[in-house]
């Protein structure tokens, strides 16, 4: 499906316009770059995108105000934006503005990915873009979906890898549904196959589970894959 998807890519930093567009072409992307409001109105004139990657900080119109600008032209198209400030109050201001998503700079390419991967879904799927169900409960242990952190019963940050964070998010879009390692593999961005998705769940347990050779949460279902079942 990512083949047919066409990613318009808006910001002022050449450098890493040109990453982007090389790491999601060589994930299977259409991808069709700006460096700035301007271009990206005038590229939206002649093609359809599926999703717009947009830097906030920018010289003229800021990403903000296109986000805006598009939401009031009833322009639907997801949003994913790119900042170097951190702070809630801007995180919040992106998603007023009309983003679907909102990633601080620097990130991890494959958050980047699967944060795309995730928007795209909803939209195909006509799931809400607010997750109903915004953390999920692991015994002491809660999972913040929004910010992909693990909290202690203390509100303790549980350290956890970009590739754990993501294979907890995934799976708990549908606690109680088996995913094959195949499709955890790709919806996680986890190279290696089946194996290194293995690998990715058994140093995930070390973290949530009790007993990690018998776990409560985190089950494998042989000869179909892996399912979460949160409190």
């Given at each position: ?147 992909a952190i693990l909290v202690d019963r203390d509100g ?60 409560r949460y985190l089950q494998t279902v042989r000869g ?8």
């Amino acid at each position: 499906m990512d083949d047919l998807r066409h990613i318009l890519v808006v910001d002022d930093d050449r450098r890493l316009r040109e990453l982007l567009h090389r790491y999601l072409s060589d994930n299977g992307f259409l991808v069709t770059s700006a460096r700035d409001a301007t271009e990206a109105r005038n590229l939206q004139k002649g093609m359809a995108f599926d999703l717009i990657v947009l830097d906030v900080m920018m010289p003229g119109e800021s990403g903000l105000e296109l986000a805006r600008s598009l939401r009031e032209m009833r322009n639907n198209v997801p949003i994913l934006m790119l900042t170097a400030m951190g702070e809630p109050s801007d995180r919040i201001g992106g998603l007023e503005a009309g983003a679907d998503d909102y990633l601080p700079k620097p990130f991890e390419p494959r958050e980047l990915l699967l944060r795309i991967r995730t928007i795209l879904r909803r939209a195909t799927t006509g799931m809400p873009q607010t997750e109903p169900a915004p953390e999920i409960r692991l015994g002491p242990l809660r999972f913040d979906r929004e910010r992909a952190i693990l909290v202690d019963r203390d509100g303790g940050v549980v350290r956890v890898t970009t590739a754990e964070a993501s294979l907890l998010d995934v799976l708990s879009e549908a606690p109680g549904e088996v995913l094959s390692r195949e499709s955890l593999g790709d919806r996680c961005a986890i190279d290696g196959g089946d194996r290194a998705v293995d690998v990715q769940v058994a140093r995930l347990r070390r973290k949530i589970e009790t007993d990690p050779k018998n776990p409560r949460y985190l089950q494998t279902v042989r000869g179909r894959g892996y399912v979460l079942r949160p409190d």
